[in-house]
């Protein structure tokens, strides 16, 4: 294993490579792009020393090991800040399945070097961080940062940073006081001389105004913490059906609230509450065909979940007064 680390340096590559001359050449012409560098046979011989935020690795398709390598790189916690750069001959398939996993570009060999630098260039400013370009302050840079390293993974909530019993009014103002730091039009100057910047805080933005939509509507909110619930953290087409579904069931706003809130009980497991909330909307419009197929549904799934002693359990819990 080698590391360099020029004074200069504008990126750091992990080279994977089985062939150690091949590693060497690759190096040393690496070496001319001010790029330091770690160098491995395998991903194992390098794991121990982690790249700086804003890192690419460079792997040679070598099939399962690659795709090992990627799944062990993708796991980690700032591997938003981590470029994958994949080197082979690996038909479309084979591409497909490697971008499936997470890489950012794959290069046939044989390639031409100043190619590889282009790419490593456009992945470098992809994935570094924000801190790295010193063009906003670094307390809102180093937020930004933390937000962008568990992007996909936060749910609305945490995105505002709120509790999931948070009022209209903790929303409103906390998307206000996110609004005053993200918005576009605040960063026009570093639109032009910084792109990659722009585009992340933009993003960021766009995904908080996403969190605001969804979780001051009262319809959507009590769908959003259902699916929450089980396992989404965003607002999907899924939920977008059950909106659709519940605004078809009736015309009365109020039903139609408390069909999202039965909704939201009934997955999170408060079957009891979920099926009494079903027979007061049920009273509340005895003629309405749907309302009646939807309780006897509730009705079936909690007389199912009584068969379960544990369930059972839990229900007359629910029960009691």
């Known amino acids: 294993m080698s590391q360099s680390s020029p004074a200069n340096s504008t990126a750091h590559i992990a080279l994977l490579h089985p062939d150690e001359r091949q590693r060497t050449m690759l190096s040393s012409a690496l070496s001319r792009t001010c790029a330091s560098f770690t160098s491995g046979a395998q991903w194992s011989d390098i794991a121990k020393y982690p790249l700086r935020l804003g890192g690419i690795w460079l792997i040679f398709d070598e099939g399962t090991a690659t795709e090992q390598a990627i799944e062990q790189i993708r796991k980690a916690s700032e591997q938003a800040f981590w470029g994958i750069l994949v080197i082979g001959q690996g038909n479309a398939t084979t591409q497909q399945k ?12 044989p390639f031409d070097f100043n ?8 992945i470098g400013d992809k994935r570094a961080p924000i801190s790295n370009y010193q063009v906003l302050p670094p307390q809102v840079a180093g937020g930004l940062d933390r937000v962008w390293a568990r992007f996909d993974s936060l749910t609305y909530y945490q995105l505002l940073e709120l509790n999931i019993d948070c009022s209209l009014e903790d929303i409103q103002s906390r998307f206000h006081q996110r609004s005053l730091m993200l918005h576009p039009d605040r960063h026009r100057r570093i639109k032009q001389s ?10 960021i933005y766009k995904r908080v105004l996403e969190a605001y939509r969804i979780l001051s509507d009262p319809l959507q909110r009590p769908l959003y913490d259902s699916a929450l619930s089980l396992g989404s953290t965003r607002w999907d087409y899924k939920l977008e059906a059950q909106k ?9 706003q109020e039903t139609q609230l408390a069909l999202a809130q039965a909704l939201n009980w009934r997955n999170r497991g408060l079957l009891k509450p979920a099926y009494e909330l079903m027979l007061s909307i049920c009273q509340r419009e005895p003629n309405n065909p749907d309302l009646k197929a939807s309780i006897h549904g509730y009705q079936k799934l909690l007389e199912l979940a009584c068969r379960e002693p544990e369930i059972d359990a839990v229900i007359q819990q629910q029960l009691a007064p």
């Open 98 to 109: 490697l971008r499936g996993l997470g890489i950012d570009a794959y290069l046939p060999y």
């Open 115 to 122: 190619v590889l630098s282009q790419q490593i260039q456009s």
């Open 244 to 252: 659709a579904s519940i605004l078809k069931s009736s015309n009365q």
């Open 194 to 203: 910084h792109p990659p910047v722009y585009e992340r805080v933009n993003l």
